[in-house]
């Protein structure tokens, strides 16, 4: 359904001519959320805001699936999220990652292989750098239990430009609960991640949807008395890894890194954080590096979360077709500032196309290796 039948439906139901119910909130929750409708929208109306609001009433009106609600649970405490993940990576070394929908549990996609442990949240550390100001490093769930290369990457980086890069520890940002109704729960993590962040001089993410998140605080906490001026405060200090260093000024990169690269924009890093020129200019910078732009770059990869997992029809023909337009350029890899769209790229593309983080050719462009970078992490934890 296209939005404009979904603004029908949304108004119908502020208005009373539609009831809540079960078909109602699988109708909005059919939407990526990638906000394509509302930059294209010559009248500006907020289409994703209003989808965000219908979707809560209706989670107040019906609650949510008991799937769902287990998930945004074990997400909302670290440590359920620990056993949960330590779970994953038992299924995973036993080859069950792959399983058919069962109790409502939906397949899985392609992912690198769980680690032991959670590195980041877990073990707040520091690593001296030389600069002035100390930052924090939001790690994020995905970052800080999947994709740990790219976090030791972006580590790595922020020192190698003279950060005292910290490692606090935060809970899960609250975009996934804030996107399927659950408002209070959002705010209560985003009242914790701001007791944990309001100290530092500069927040951040190598996760688009967890910056778009925390650049949104000061809006979800507008209506709290006790939080919504710190709320302002810790938005305006939050950067996307590329944003920072882009903004900031960084070191340039001597290794050349020897690299055709096209880059998929996250649609919460390019459409909600305004960031699109920031990863370009990244990976431009690296020597060796030819970046090549594919067809409609910002256009939505069908990942958006967990729609690759509920809707996994809808996202396969998004997938096949933001596929293609890689393939198309011939590139040897893509770069993507979001571990959403890079689980749902190497999904896709299998593995004739390399899927990375542009923070982590940076770091190849600085000499690093995966081993040094593990070295550092560890020596920092």
Known sequence: MAARGKIALVEGLSEGAIRPSRRLQARLEDCLLCAACAQNCPSLVPTTKLFLEARAHLARALGQPAWLRLFLLGLSNPGLLGLG????????????????????LPNLPAHPAFPPRGK???????????????????????????????????????????????????????????SYGGVEASRRLARRNIDALRRYDAVITDCATCGAALKEYGEWLAG????????????????????????????????????????????????????????????????????????????????AGLFSLTHPDLAEGIGAEKAASIRATAARAVASGCPSCMRQLRSYLGGNVAVCHPVELLALGYGSTQAERTEQAEQAG
């Open 120 to 178: 980041w949240s877990t073990s707040p550390g520091a690593n001296p750098g030389s600069g002035a100001g100390v930052v924090a490093y939001f790690a994020g769930c995905f970052m800080n239990w999947v994709y740990a290369d790219v976090a030791r990457a972006t580590q790595f980086v922020l020192t190698k430009n003279g950060c005292r890069v910290e490692a606090p520890p935060v809970h899960c940002c609250g975009m996934p609960h804030r």
């Open 85 to 104: 993940m330590r779970g994953m990576r038992w299924l995973q070394l036993a080859g069950l990652t792959a399983w058919h929908a069962t109790a409502g």
């Open 224 to 303: 709290d008395p006790e939080y919504a001026e710190e709320a302002r405060s810790v938005s305006r200090r939050v950067f996307d890894i590329c944003e920072f260093l882009v903004e900031h000024g960084f070191l340039p990169p001597k290794t050349a890194v020897n690299l055709r690269v096209t880059y998929h924009e996250p649609c919460h890093l390019g459409r909600t954080q305004g960031v699109k020129q920031q990863p370009r200019k990244v990976l431009c910078a690296v020597p060796g590096v030819e970046l090549v732009e594919m067809t409609n770059a910002d256009a939505c990869c069908g990942g």
